[in-house]
């Protein structure tokens, strides 16, 4: 499958751990209940895309792995990635980021909003100050948050060794991050509650409705409450569906 390309490690279906299709059992509910937080970062698809294909792809190249992805909707995909010049890379990129990452996790939430327990999502806009030290061979993530650019933030690594800093930014964001991760961990709800080292403010985060469509918007140097984010986006990609071939 061509989003092996991507994730080489994935459940694989009709095995004990995963009986049937995961996204049919998400969609029929029959997942244990269970406190959920997940989210996704900018630019998820960024280095897997620039990795998978180190030189340009143009449109046609494109056409033919858009129809590997989902056959019935190339052109449709196509249209609403549209961009300038001969190299479809970046296209590619927001497709993975939005069709594999961002938008499934908000449907896939959509579905579970009857169940007793809460869930939570977020998204980390946020690109490391440190990133040429971080991101070695990978300069494709330089300028974007490439897949696994959040945890550097989420478990605070001393970076030193890199002959890297945290901004005062960074530290303010992980500070709340950290805060949140570790409530989660104790109570099954995050919230923070500020202390004298940081500035930003206390922070209690809503679980996902479908109304509301709540989430956290990690970024420097506060992170922030924001509902519907990337509507229009997921929207579109509602309408074709995550049952990818």
Same mark, same amino acid.
């Given at each position: 499958h061509i989003v092996e390309l991507f994730e080489a490690w994935t459940p694989t279906r009709d095995t004990p751990n995963a009986p049937e299709n995961l996204l049919d059992a998400y969609e029929a509910g029959r997942i244990q209940d269970k406190e959920i937080l997940i989210g996704s970062v900018h630019d998820e698809g960024e280095n897997f895309v620039y990795e998978a294909f180190s030189t340009p792809v143009s449109s046609a190249e494109? !056409?033919? #792995? #858009? @129809? +590997? #992805?989902? =056959?019935?909707?190339? +052109? /449709? $995909? *196509?249209?609403?990635?549209? $961009? =300038? @010049? *001969?190299d479809t890379r970046d296209a590619l990129v927001g497709v993975a980021t939005d069709g594999l +990452?961002?938008? =499934? !996790?908000?449907?896939? +939430?959509?579905?579970?909003?009857? *169940?007793? /327990? *809460?869930?939570f999502v977020y998204h980390f806009d946020h690109v490391a100050s440190f990133g040429d030290k971080f991101w070695g061979n990978e300069t494709e993530c330089l300028n974007a948050t490439c897949h696994g650019g959040d945890l550097p933030f989420d478990f605070h690594p001393d970076i030193s060794s890199l002959q890297a800093v945290y901004s005062e930014g960074e530290k303010s964001m992980m500070k709340v991050l950290q805060g949140l991760l570790m409530s989660f961990a104790k109570s099954g709800v995050p919230s923070y509650s500020p202390d004298a080292s940081t500035e930003c403010p206390a922070l209690s985060w809503p679980a996902f409705t479908v109304d509301g469509r709540e989430s956290v918007h990690f970024e420097t140097p506060c992170p922030s409450l924001k509902a519907n984010m990337y509507a229009d986006t997921c929207d579109f990609w509602d309408t074709i569906g995550y049952h990818f071939r």
């Amino acid at each position: 499958h061509i989003v092996e390309l991507f994730e080489a490690w994935t459940p694989t279906r009709d095995t004990p751990n995963a009986p049937e299709n995961l996204l049919d059992a998400y969609e029929a509910g029959r997942i244990q209940d269970k406190e959920i937080l997940i989210g996704s970062v900018h630019d998820e698809g960024e280095n897997f895309v620039y990795e998978a294909f180190s030189t340009p792809v143009s449109s046609a190249e494109e !056409t033919l #792995l #858009l @129809g +590997f #992805l989902d =056959p019935k909707h190339i +052109f /449709k $995909v *196509k249209e609403h990635y549209a $961009v =300038p @010049g *001969k190299d479809t890379r970046d296209a590619l990129v927001g497709v993975a980021t939005d069709g594999l +990452f961002k938008c =499934p !996790t908000r449907y896939l +939430f959509s579905k579970l909003s009857n *169940k007793q /327990k *809460k869930h939570f999502v977020y998204h980390f806009d946020h690109v490391a100050s440190f990133g040429d030290k971080f991101w070695g061979n990978e300069t494709e993530c330089l300028n974007a948050t490439c897949h696994g650019g959040d945890l550097p933030f989420d478990f605070h690594p001393d970076i030193s060794s890199l002959q890297a800093v945290y901004s005062e930014g960074e530290k303010s964001m992980m500070k709340v991050l950290q805060g949140l991760l570790m409530s989660f961990a104790k109570s099954g709800v995050p919230s923070y509650s500020p202390d004298a080292s940081t500035e930003c403010p206390a922070l209690s985060w809503p679980a996902f409705t479908v109304d509301g469509r709540e989430s956290v918007h990690f970024e420097t140097p506060c992170p922030s409450l924001k509902a519907n984010m990337y509507a229009d986006t997921c929207d579109f990609w509602d309408t074709i569906g995550y049952h990818f071939r």
